[in-house]
C-alpha cells in the first residue's frame, strides 16, 4: 500500500479558534470493508500519519483501517496556524468524537482506539472524558507519553515558570523542537528506512510552544483519576536512552521517552490494563527494524484475539 494512491482523506470542519479556520482529518483505507472491526490511529506530537504498512498489517487481521491526522497537525496543518498548537488535550475530543462517529455511520461497532506517544496519551483522556468513549471497545497504546523526560522536580519548576509567561504572553515558546536524532534515526534519507513529508515532521521539529507544554502536564496529571472501563493494552520498548549522537542504542532504545513512566503510570489506567514489553523496540515501536516490529504486531494482535 502507498499513501498516494490507497487512502482517502476527508475533511472535518471545525469551529474555528484564534487562529481563524480549523481542520482535522481523517484518512481511511480504500480496502475497508466496513461492517467489521476497525481502528482509529492518532499520531504523536510532530507527527502524522505516514504507515500504510501498519494499515496493512490490520487488513491481514481482518480490521478496517483509519487515522486521524489532529487540528494543527500533517494534512491538517493550515498555513495560517500555529504548527502543532494546543491549550489542552481536550482541544481534539471533537475530531476524535466526529471520527468514531463516520467509522460507525460505515456499519463499523467494534472500534478500537491506537495511539501513539502524545496521541496514547490524549486517546487515554479521551477514555476517560470523550463524549463517544462508550462507543469503543478497547485502547492500544504504543508508548505513551504518561511523563516529561526530565525528574519530575524540573517538570514541576518548568510547569510553574511556563505558566507565568504564558499567562503574561500566551504564544510564548521556545524555538528550538526536541532533539532531531530520533528524526534522523526513522527518515530514509538519513539513518532510517522511512519517507514522511518533512514540512509536516520536520528533522529539526517545530517550537513548543508554553502553553502545549502545560496542557501535556495537566494531562498526563489528570491520569492520576483514569478509570478507563474498556481493556487497555500498552506496549513498550524495552529500555530507555539517551542520546547525544546517533548510535547503535538509537536503533533499540526509546529515546524520546522514559520507559519507566509508562510502567508506573499505565497499570493505574483501568481495571483491565496489559503492558507488554518490546525488546530493542524505538520510540514509535512501529517503526522498529523489521524483526522488532514484526514482534509488536504479533504481541498486538495476539491481545486483540483475547479482547
Known sequence: MDLKNDFISTTIELPPDEDGEVIATLVSSKLNKENRKSVLYIHGYIDYFFHPHVCEVFHENSFDFY?????????????????????SVEDYFEEISAAIHIIQQKGNDEIYLL?????????????????????????????????????KII??????????????LPYAKVDKGPSSIYTKSIH??????????LSWKPIDGFAMYFKWFIAIVDAQRSLKQSDINVPVLLLHASKSFKAKKHSQEVSSADIVLNIEDMKSVGPGLGKDVDLISITDGKHDLFLSVKSVRENAFKEMFQWLKTH
Open 188 to 197: 530514509k534519507d538519513y539513518k532510517g528506512e522511512w519517507d514522511f513529508n
Open 67 to 87: 487515522a486521524l491526522d489532529l487540528r494543527k497537525y500533517g494534512r491538517s496543518l493550515l498555513p495560517h496556524q500555529k504548527p502543532n498548537y494546543c491549550e
Open 155 to 168: 517538570t514541576s519548576f518548568l510547569y510553574f515558570a511556563t505558566k507565568l509567561v504564558a499567562s503574561v
Open 115 to 151: 495511539g501513539h506517544s502524545t496521541g496514547g496519551l490524549t486517546a487515554s483522556c479521551y477514555m476517560n472524558k470523550g463524549e463517544k468513549k462508550e462507543a469503543l471497545t478497547g485502547l492500544i497504546l504504543n508508548s505513551p507519553f504518561f511523563g516529561m523526560p526530565q525528574p
